[in-house]
């Protein structure tokens, strides 16, 4: 059955170790080492919990269906190679970026620390996932992160109409005084993929100026952009080019500099079931510390201090830590028929 937030029924509070660990043995029983099933869980349960759904337990029923697609490799060991004193380079050998990231991370940081910066260029990779949780533990070790990911081909360029980018995030995190880093996560699409496939499963229109149908017409119809369709740029119909160029920059960014695919140079066609891309990641780090003035989270913080003295009513990154607090203290809220669901599919049969 399909795993929805909205769900009709009861609805179930889930303390955040149960589902990650729920959701490990999911994808240990069905394709994964332990050590990726570790890192899968606990970011899809990490998004359930700040009430990201469309990269929470909604992405469980893609992972298992790729997996037995055979497109990705659930037990691939990450390969990190030491390019230069600033530079990492992570060989994800077709298994997912988030594994490849962490096999890497602490050479990353010990690397922005010693240097100022670093970057991390990962190719040969899948990744099916938010991507705030790849810059935020940066900041919270005090460092200023920024990273990119392409996808598969759903986005048409600013003037086209055939799809040829991938939605093609970019996620930025910075430490702030006296509170939870400064974080945000954005789709170069006028709205991410995963948010058309839940507004296609709850019978909803998107609003005007998000898609095109497959004769490139635009449509509000989130169907027919999933059925041979795209997603525009953001930027609306008078600025796509906007998204267009930020989609340009992600794709030479994470594919073409980290040895990673293009949104439209991978074939997946002899895999029915796969629906992770096979891309690249780049991860850029800087360490504020090597910086002159003053401490630059406190700087960050009197920029927040003045957007909202400027009328600014949420910061970036705000709504997920509110969610946070309340998924942490009282469970994380699942309809009752997801998380039987979910049991089934960790301790029933496969």
Not at 59 to 74: E, F, H, K, N, Q
Not at 274 to 302: H, N, V, Y
Request: charged share 15%.
């Amino acid at each position: 059955m399909p795993l929805s937030h909205t769900a009709s029924g009861d609805v179930q509070h889930v303390p955040f170790d149960d589902l990650r660990g729920t959701l490990a043995r999911i994808f240990e029983r069905h394709g994964t080492s332990a050590e990726v099933a570790a890192v899968l869980a606990h970011n899809c349960a990490s998004a359930e919990r700040d009430g990201a759904h469309s990269h929470g337990v909604f992405r469980i029923p893609g992972y298992l269906s790729t997996l037995a697609s055979g497109w990705v490799d659930g037990h691939a060991v990450p390969r990190v190679e030491d390019v230069a004193p600033g530079y990492l380079a992570v060989d994800a050998g077709n298994g997912f970026a988030q594994p490849a990231y962490r096999a890497a991370y602490s050479a990353l940081v010990a690397k922005a620390r010693a240097n100022g910066v670093a970057l991390l260029a990962i190719r040969n990779s899948h990744h099916f996932a938010a991507l705030w949780p790849d810059v935020e533990p940066l900041a919270d070790d005090g460092l200023v992160a920024l990273a990119l990911v392409n996808s598969m081909a759903c986005v048409v360029p600013s003037g086209g109409t055939t799809a040829l980018f991938g939605t093609n995030p970019i996620a930025f995190a910075a430490p702030r005084a006296g509170h939870e880093p400064l974080v945000f996560d954005l789709a170069t699409s006028a709205i991410a993929h995963g948010d058309v496939q839940i507004a296609a499963r709850e019978g909803r229109l998107l609003p005007d100026g998000h898609g095109v149908d497959r004769h490139g017409q635009p449509t509000n119809d989130p169907r027919a952009i999933l059925d041979g369709g795209a997603l525009l740029p953001f930027g609306g119909v008078h600025s796509s080019y906007k998204g267009s160029a930020l989609s340009m920059m992600v794709e030479l960014l994470a594919a073409a500099l980290t040895g990673g695919n293009f949104s439209f140079e991978f074939d997946w066609s002899a895999h029915p079931g796969a629906q992770t891309p096979w891309t690249g990641e780049l991860i850029i780090t800087i360490d504020p510390a090597k910086s002159a003035g003053r401490s630059f989270a406190q700087r960050c913080e009197d920029l927040v201090q003045a957007m909202a003295a400027a009328g600014q009513t949420r910061q970036p990154g705000e709504r997920r830590y509110r969610q946070r607090a309340r998924s942490l203290k009282d469970g994380i809220p699942l309809p009752a028929t997801t998380w039987a669901e979910l049991q089934r599919l960790a301790d029933g049969p496969i």
